[in-house]
């Protein structure tokens, strides 16, 4: 199957520093590809230049096979990418249903339709399996799983076709981590194509269909997880031996 | 069931106070006077009290769309006194109609609130200094324009001045009292088929009776009070409107909703692409107008503006009441109820203490310390949960 996603040969420089030195990355619809990489590794940089935060100096990067340009967070939503930072970005002082529709509310005129939002919220909670006992309280007073849950079902609200997920697992627990790889595997699902960016090897290989390995700014191997061992993915990591 | 139950112990246990101490503040002090003078709770006395209120409440009002945010708008009194004498010297020297006048003043507010937020959003200046800044220079606009004699005087049967001395005909209250009622229950009705209708959990039929029969109640009490002395003063309709109408407006539009969202993360805001220097601007344009209405209304109680207009307590009462009311100086939390409860708080104490004769000195002591203890509420309420209250 083609690629939604294809990124080849990026380079992005900050002054002399080259933080991605040409990079190539490939994301198919109903696949989630974990990138893994140490600190300075570029994947964040990566994930700027996709979901449109930053422009890569050369490269290109196409979906569906055609070339095009993502100049800032809009063009990158309008085309279909949706990310979800690490620091989720939502109002606390705001209800789950207010959260969701954030910037993007429905309305008649300037009316907001409130109950028509509740329910495609519900709607759209209960299809991900996300249960939050009373999405009508402000989301300060939700855990972080419910949190992490609620960013991404945000995600969703403009029909993306590619998720990028910031390390969705990094602040939790061991149950609410279970809940939130549980979520990403129904991203899959659905046909979405999933980008996830994680530090955890066990919630990478517990998770994803590919691992792309970055190290220095430039691929450093890519496994089949269900091929890779975690000794592998590692000596990528750190570039002791095997595909570097 | 559950969940309603749920919500009702978040609402207790610290972090969703909303206007329950505020109410309990209300009814202590209600207490403590009445017990204390019997005239306090008169009809004439409380006539009186609404009568005080009007006018700082409403300029509280604006102060709140500005503290949404977590900014501040230090300068609304001085707005709302320039305001008032641009309004008179129109009206008075130019013999310009009275609702153009007080139309004017609005627009004068409002132009004021542009550029506060102008300097605020495009510059980067903090709302405190571009505010106080306007506290000092608007100040100063309204004593030159005042000119030598110092106070113009409006004329006593002329429509502004008139506006603090109408009261509504007994029949008329009634009859305003019963549509307020019915509108509401209609409203919480016509929610309750239509989420039954999206198939949305609605809540039991017990607490929204309830609600209904309380207001029903409450305007009851308020009317037959004011109907006892002079009536329901034409000013306390208006002031009270402003409140219900705003509330609707920020709770159930776009950019209501976007004001809440700016300041509860205004990064997020950006983030999901909502214009936060667009938003910032329209809150003070809205304070900057509101407080010019607020003048309005102060001149028309007076009937006459002088170098005193806006000034002396009127800003720090507006303030206060707004955050004593529950609004959170932190931002994204609040309603507009809190300018009514807020405001009724600090004039009972001023009217109480003056019944009671009460030395000034004991009266700012007093209101410093209720202002003290809404602002420890709402801190605690902001760290969250505080230890031993959950």
Redesign the interface.
Known sequence: MAALLAVRGVIKRYGPVRALAGVDLEVRAGEVVALVGDNGAGKSTLIKVVSGVTHADEGVITLDGRPVTVRG??DAQALGISTV?QD???????DVV?NLF????Q?RF???R???M??TA?DLLASLDVRI??I???V??LSGGQRQSVAIARALIGEPRLVILDEPTAALGVEQTAQVLALVRRLRDRGLAVLLISHNLVDVTAVSDRVAVLRLGSNAGEFTTREATQEMIVAAITGAGYGS | MKAYAAAARERLTGRELGALPVTAALAVIMIVFSSLNSHFLSSENLTNLALQMAATGTISLGVIMVLLLGEIDLSVGSVSGLCAVVMTIQTVRHGLHPLLAVLLALAAGAAIGLLHGLMFTRIGMPSFVVTLSGLIGWQGLLIYLLGKGGTINLPFDGSIAKLSDTWLPDALSWTLAAVITAVYAAVAVLTRRARAGLDLPFEPVLRPALRITALAALLAIVVRILTTDRGVPLTLVIFASLVVVLDVLIRHTVAGRRMYAVGGNAEAARRSGINVTRVRTLAFVASGTIAAFGGVLAASRLSAVNQNSGGSDILLNAIAAAVIGGVSLFGGRGRTYAALLGILVIQSITNGMLLLNVDSSVRFMVTALVLALAVALDSLARKGRPEGLG
């Open positions: 967070p809009h930072h989720l970005a939502l109002c606390e002082n705001l207010a954030l910037g993007h509310e309305r300037s009316w907001l409130e109950l028509r509740e329910r519900r006992p009373e009508r309280t402000p300060a007073a």
